[in-house]
């Protein structure tokens, strides 16, 4: 299974970094679900680190758009990271479906946390 790193960094307020590593697809689109709904549950905003990610699928990208949905409904933060300097097929997918802008979007994790601990992330694309 590919592996999905939570950790929380405890600043003000706790936000949840959610790493993902490797290829995700239905197989491990059912952990991420539940990995975020519990983040969600316990109030938490959530950055999904996706630097080190090669590959999702259309079942992990369901995931984090209902993630990115549920967030917003409680006003928690929700971003992504996802590196400038490298295109990846995580940016292909984002860009052929059209829902890149969907998701607030970092090029660094340092400016992601600050974004979703000040609310200050949105619906455009903020890389």
Same mark, same amino acid.
């Given at each position: 299974?590919? !592996?999905?790193?939570?950790?929380?960094?405890?600043?003000?307020? !706790? #936000?949840?970094?959610?790493? @993902?590593?490797?290829?995700? $697809?239905?197989?491990?689109?059912?952990?991420?679900?539940?990995?975020?709904?519990?983040?969600? +549950? +316990?109030?938490?905003?959530?950055?999904?680190? @996706?630097?080190?990610?090669?590959?999702?699928?259309?079942? #992990? @990208?369901?995931?984090?758009?209902?993630?990115?949905?549920?967030?917003?409904?409680?006003?928690?933060?929700?971003?992504?990271?996802?590196?400038?300097?490298?295109?990846?097929?995580?940016?292909?997918?984002? +860009?052929?479906?059209?829902?890149?802008?969907?998701?607030?979007?970092?090029?660094?994790?340092?400016?992601?946390?600050?974004?979703?601990?000040?609310?200050?992330? $949105? $619906? #455009?694309?903020?890389?």
């Amino acid at each position: 299974m590919a !592996p999905i790193a939570v950790t929380l960094a405890r600043r003000n307020p !706790p #936000t949840a970094v959610v790493a @993902l590593v490797g290829e995700h $697809d239905a197989y491990s689109a059912e952990r991420l679900e539940g990995e975020l709904t519990v983040l969600l +549950e +316990e109030g938490q905003r959530i950055v999904v680190d @996706l630097r080190d990610a090669t590959f999702i699928d259309s079942t #992990t @990208l369901s995931v984090l758009l209902g993630a990115r949905r549920r967030a917003k409904q409680s006003s928690l933060g929700f971003a992504l990271v996802l590196a400038d300097r490298d295109y990846t097929q995580v940016n292909q997918i984002l +860009e052929l479906t059209g829902l890149g802008p969907t998701f607030a979007i970092f090029g660094e994790l340092d400016d992601a946390l600050t974004a979703v601990r000040t609310g200050s992330v $949105d $619906d #455009t694309r903020a890389a």
